[in-house]
């Protein structure tokens, strides 16, 4: 992937150039940069991690969140950014004791 130098926009490639479809900008592809471009071609899986023999300290960070479904004060949490750039990332909630999963957005 390539972005613009003179607006920032991403480029497309024509056979041996690098276009931007925004300004029109050009500029020659390098073979060599091409080959180490990093694809997310194949990695459209993941596994599923087994925690069941992990310790819960090493499960993450804990909050004092509140389980909507058994009341328990206790929670592990991870920060995602799932909507645009500008807005606030959404917090991701699994209860210690049930293991049930909520997420808390920001309005």
Do not use: L
């Not at 029109?24 to 073979?31: I, L, S, V």
């Not at 471009?37 to 023999?53: I, K, L, N, Y």
Request: charged share 35%.
């Amino acid at each position: 992937m390539e972005f613009c130098d003179d607006c920032g926009s991403m480029m497309k490639t024509d056979n041996d150039m690098w276009i931007c479809s925004s300004c029109g900008y050009e500029k020659a592809r390098n073979p060599e940069g091409d080959k180490k471009a990093v694809t997310t071609q194949g990695q459209e899986s993941s596994d599923v991690v087994d925690t069941s023999e992990v310790d819960v300290e090493d499960m993450g960070p804990t909050t004092g969140a509140r389980c909507p479904e058994c009341g328990n004060d206790r929670a592990f949490y991870e920060m995602k950014q799932i909507r645009a750039a500008d807005e606030s990332e959404t917090r991701f909630f699994t209860c210690t004791e049930c293991e049930h999963k909520w997420r808390e957005d920001d309005h």
